[in-house]
């Protein structure tokens, strides 16, 4: 009896049938693989990102109080040379009697004044007019 083609026919197509559905099998694995893939590296890139930023954020931090200490020191050492110059100021350098009334007694202070030409700190200079 010889082969009938159509039944072959059939068969390979059965076959070729099976085999194109594995195939969509796997594909919707690899799909899915790929879809959690990204989803992670989308999770790792979010988290990365927070981490950078969050890093810069403590970096800025850390200069800011720096920056903020030491102009706090600067206050600091300002404020002590002008209540010394105040203090300078309010001593006496002399005391007599007064002799155009008997019982007075007339008071010389020192007088020192401010520094004047005390040295400007590095910056930007400012317009006075506009108070910046």
């Known amino acids: ?9 059939a068969a390979e197509l059965r076959e070729l049938i099976r085999e194109a559905h594995g195939a969509t099998k796997d594909l919707a ?9 990204i989803a992670g ?3 790792q890139a979010a988290q990365a990102a927070q981490a950078a930023g969050n890093a810069e954020l403590g970096r800025y931090s850390r200069h800011l109080q720096r920056e903020m200490n030491q102009q706090s020191a600067e206050l600091n050492a300002a404020i002590a040379r002008a209540q010394q110059n105040i203090i300078d100021a309010l001593v ?10 008997p019982g ?4 010389t202070f020192r007088g020192a004044p ?19």
């Not at 006496?92 to 009334?101: A, G, L, M, N, T």
């Not at 007075?104 to 008071?107: G, P, Q, S």
């Open 114 to 132: 401010f520094d004047e030409n005390f040295p400007l700190p590095d910056g930007p200079e400012m317009d006075r007019a506009s108070g910046g």
């Open 104 to 107: 007075r007694l007339r008071f």
């Open 29 to 37: 694995r690899v799909l899915r693989e790929i879809r959690q893939a």
């Open 92 to 101: 006496i350098s002399h005391v007599e009697q007064d002799p155009d009334v």
């Open 1 to 9: 009896m010889k082969p009938d083609p159509a039944a072959a026919a």
């Open 41 to 43: 590296g989308a999770a």
